[in-house]
């Protein structure tokens, strides 16, 4: 499971992270999804009960990606300041996070997958993937090179980390 887990890290964190950090994350999570209460007495400092929704191990992956990977926020606009913040100011967005102020989400999240599709051709763009459960926000996803989409979705079924298109996800969500 850690070499799964390792290589669904590298996938979502489009090289912004070391790959040593990738595999202490992958290592750490590892041990938690085989051995919790080990795990639990060997970290007594780690803050998680068994009221989360998520398993130990996947709380780990999640609480240990960095916010220019994992973003987090109550709505779309305060996601998308999020993501053109991890990108830095050398990368030009058409697209401003206030213009979502006042859109309905599917659109808003229409407009962002637009906006994150046109970026790095060479991959395809991105895709915005929700991922895991969100604990304390209302939206919680990560970005994905279109060219990796199969393999995240692959390697997320395997590990049992839920993981869907946003837009997809909403639009099936809005047709309920």
Known sequence: MQDQLAELIGLISSGCMAETEI?????????AYADPAA???ANPDINYDDS????LGEWVVVGSLPDTVLFQADDYEQLFTQIVASFGPQV???LKPKQLAKTEPLKALNRI??????????????????????LDDELQAVLVY???????MQLAVEVGIYAAPALEALKAQSQD
């Open 23 to 31: 595999e202490r994350i992958a290592e750490e999570a590892a041990q």
């Open 39 to 41: 795990f639990l007495a």
């Open 52 to 55: 989360f929704p998520i398993p």
């Open 92 to 94: 030009g967005f058409v």
């Open 113 to 134: 997958q637009v906006q994150l599709g046109s970026l790095y051709p060479e991959k395809g763009g991105y895709v915005l993937v929700d991922f895991s459960e969100p």
């Open 146 to 152: 279109t060219s990796d989409l199969p393999r995240v």
